[in-house]
Nanobody, 120 residues
Framework: QVQLVESGGGLVQAGGSLRLSCAAS????????IGWFRQAPGNEREFVAL???????SYADSVRGRFTLSRDNAKNTVYLQMNRLKPEDTAVYYC??????????????WGQGTQVTVSS
């Protein structure tokens, strides 16, 4: 089993930045893909970004060019750097460990989520 803990959310003005962290309880490099998803009230959980095969990344069209994934394998931690934030980025952000997929239903392990609120 893998336990995941997100942190780094908060309130920021439009155009600002936040860095989310996803800390895993066990080694994830080479074992799992790490996906970031978000869910706004009344919306479905949607794909944001994916780290797979240790170094390959994929992003949703809505965040590509603004969000960047990175990782620290020694700390079993994946980061999501979010720049040029927009009010529509407001959501609870979750990281998940599982197979390489942009579908949240494929993922087995989830963190508790961290709230990101972007004011206009």
């Amino acid at each position: 089993q893998v336990q995941l803990v997100e942190s780094g959310g908060g309130l920021v003005q439009a155009g600002g930045s936040l860095r989310l962290s996803c800390a895993a309880s066990a080694r994830i490099s080479g074992a799992y893909s790490i996906g970031w998803f978000r869910q706004a009230p009344g919306n479905e959980r949607e794909f944001v970004a994916l780290f797979w095969s240790s170094s390959i990344t994929s992003y949703a069209d809505s965040v590509r060019g603004r969000f960047t994934l990175s990782r620290d394998n020694a700390k079993n931690t994946v980061y999501l750097q979010m720049n040029r934030l927009k009010p529509e980025d407001t959501a609870v952000y979750y990281c998940a460990a599982g197979p390489r997929s942009t579908s949240h239903i494929e993922y087995e392990y989830w963190g508790q989520g961290t709230q990101v609120t972007v004011s206009s």
